[in-house]
DNA sequence: CGCCACCTTGAAAAATAATTACATTTGACG
DNA sequence: CGTCAAATGTAATTATTTTTCAAGGTGGCG
C-alpha cells in the first residue's frame, strides 16, 4: 500500500511524538525524502531515535529505507483516479478531471481484460468470411470505429446503428459469419433478441460487453472490462474509450497474425487518402 | 526524465568502471536501491568513490539521493510510453502495449490542452443556436459520439460523414451556428474547404485538429493537442480517443455552464432508455 | 494516594555508510 | 620512452543512522 496513505490512515495507532514525525511528512513529503534523520526530527521537534521508531512501525528497516518506500509512494501518487466533476470547478479542473478518469478507466479496463478471451477473439476474426459491428446509442459510434479499421483488411465487414438493417443482416447469416455487439451495459433488449438472432444461424457472437449481463450470456464469447462506472454525470463517457481501445487491441492481434506481406495492404489504404490532403 | 533511461541513454558517456557500476543497475534496479554504496561497489567490482562519482554524474547530490531519484522513477515504472507492438508480440503484451500508449495520449494530450480556449470552446457552444459536428473517415466516429452527447442538450445538433451534406449545411449556416470540425491531421482538403464556407456565412468554426495546420488556420477557434503520432501501425488510433476525451470535456463544460436545473434534463434522457433495457 | 510495572522518549555512544583528499594507475600523445 | 591528464582506488574523514541505556511519564491497582 502506499507509504503516505499507511500514514495517514494509522496516524492514531501513533504514540504523541511519533504522530509528531507523522505529521511533519504528511505536510511535506518532499521536504522529508531530502532531509537526514536529524533535520526531520528537529522539524518534528522529537528525538532521532523517535523517527527511527516510527520508521519501523511501518514495516520499514530503518529511515533510509523508510525514505526509499516515501519516494517511491509519491512518484507513484495514485496516478490516475476516477475523479467526480464538481459543480465549482473551473475549465482546467474539469479538464484535467476528465481525462484522468479516462485514463483511470483504461488501466482498470486493460488489467480486467483476459488476454485469452483477446486471443480466442482475434483467432474468430481471422477466420471470419464476414464481420458485422453493431451498437446503439453511445456504443453505436464505437461500432462505426470498428468499420474504419477492419474494412483495411480486405475483409467484408458491416456496420448498422439502426435495428431493422442489424436484424435483417443477422437473418441472412451464416455460420463463418463473425458478428461482433457492443454494449456497456449488457441489458439493451434489442441487442439480446440480435445476439439470439444471429446464435441461430450459427454465427459468432462476440460481446463487448458486461459479463454475467444477459447479453453475455446470448454470446459465444465475452470480452468483459471492469469500467468504473460514470455515476454521476448522465452520460457514457469512460466506458466507451475502453471499448474503442479495446477495438484498436483487436485490429492489431488482426495484423499481426496476418504477417508483413498483409501490412502492405495497410500501407496502401494510408496511401490512398494522399490525394484528399493538402502537401505540407 | 526517468532515472533509469537517462542511465541507459548516457552509457557511452561514461568511462568504463562507471559503466560497470550502470550495467550493474540496469540488470537489478531493485538491488541497486536496497544495497549499500559499498555493497553496491562491490557487485560492480570498482570501489566506493567511483560510484559516487558516478552518481554526481547523472546530477543528484550523491549516492543516497541518487538512490532516491532512482526508487521513484522505479515506482513510476515509466508510467505510460507510447510503445511500438513488435512483430512476436503476444496477445497479453500488445494488448498492455495498445492500453498504455493510449493512456500516454490522453496525458500528453491533457498536457498541451490549453485550458483558456476550452473554456472560449464551451462558451461558444453554450451560446450557439444550431451546433454541428463534421469528421470524415476515422474522425466521423468522433463526430458521432459528439452528437450522441450534445443531443442531451436540447440544443439542435446534426452531424454528418457525408461531404455533400457538409457543404448544404454549411451554405445555409447563420451566425448564430457553431461548425465543429474534427480532422487529426487538420490537412483534409474538404474540410479545410468546408470551413471556409462556414465563415464565408459568419458562423463560429471551432476546428478539433493540429495547430498550424491549412484548416486551423480556417478555423475561428482551434483546439489542438500534441499526441503522440502512431507511426508504425497505418491506422489511427490513440489520436482518437484523445480527441472523443475532447468532446466529454467539452460536454461536460457545457453542463456545468448550465446549472443544476439542466441536469434534470439528462437525468430524463438517461431514465428514457430504461425502457429499452432488462430489468436486473 | 502511592507504588510498581510498563511504555515513551531522548542523550550519548557505537556502528554503519558516504564523502573527501590524496596517491596510484592507465593510456594517449608527442 | 617520457609526460601529462584522466580515471580509479586507498585510506582517512565526516556524516548519518542505529543501538543502548537511563530518565521521565502514565495508568493500573492495592
New binding site residues.
Given amino acids: 500500500m502506499n507509504t503516505l496513505e499507511k500514514i495517514t490512515k494509522n496516524l492514531d495507532t501513533?504514540?504523541?511524538?511519533?504522530?509528531?514525525v507523522a505529521e511533519v511528512i504528511i505536510a511535506s513529503p518532499q521536504t522529508a525524502i531530502h532531509?537526514?534523520?536529524?533535520?526531520?526530527?528537529k522539524l518534528?521537534?522529537?528525538?532521532?531515535?523517535?523517527?527511527?521508531?516510527?520508521?519501523?512501525r511501518l514495516d520499514?528497516?530503518?529511515?533510509?529505507?523508510?525514505?526509499l518506500h516515501l519516494a517511491q509512494s509519491l512518484a507513484n501518487g495514485t496516478p490516475y483516479v476516477n475523479r467526480h466533476v464538481d459543480e465549482d470547478d473551473g475549465p482546467e479542473a474539469y479538464t484535467s478531471k476528465i481525462f484522468e478518469s479516462s485514463m483511470a478507466c483504461l488501466e482498470a479496463a486493460k488489467n480486467s481484460l483476459d488476454p485469452h478471451a483477446v486471443n480466442r477473439a482475434v483467432d474468430i476474426l481471422t477466420q471470419a468470411k464476414k464481420i458485422s459491428f453493431f451498437g446503439l446509442g453511445a456504443s453505436a459510434s464505437v461500432a462505426q470505429d470498428a468499420l474504419n479499421k477492419f474494412f483495411r483488411f480486405n475483409v467484408p465487414v458491416s456496420s448498422f446503428n439502426d435495428v431493422v438493417m442489424m436484424r435483417m443482416s443477422c437473418i441472412v447469416s451464416t455460420e463463418d459469419d463473425v458478428i461482433v455487439l457492443i454494449s456497456h451495459t449488457g441489458r439493451t433488449k434489442a441487442m439480446v433478441d440480435i445476439a439470439n438472432l444471429a446464435r441461430q444461424n450459427d454465427s459468432t457472437v462476440i460481446g463487448i460487453t458486461k459479463k454475467e449481463s444477459p447479453l453475455a450470456a446470448e454470446c459465444s464469447l465475452v470480452l468483459s472490462m471492469d469500467v468504473p462506472e460514470d455515476t454521476d454525470v448522465y452520460m457514457p463517457m469512460a466506458s466507451r474509450i475502453a471499448q474503442m481501445s479495446l477495438i484498436d487491441v483487436l485490429a492489431t492481434g488482426f495484423t499481426l497474425r496476418r504477417g508483413e506481406k498483409f501490412r502492405e495492404n495497410l500501407r496502401k489504404v494510408k496511401q490512398s487518402l494522399k490525394d484528399s490532403r493538402i502537401e505540407k
Fill in positions: 501513533f504514540s504523541k511524538s511519533e504522530r509528531k532531509s537526514s534523520i536529524a533535520a526531520l526530527a518534528a521537534d522529537v528525538s532521532e531515535p523517535t523517527v527511527n521508531r516510527f520508521c519501523r520499514t528497516k530503518g529511515f533510509p529505507d523508510f525514505k
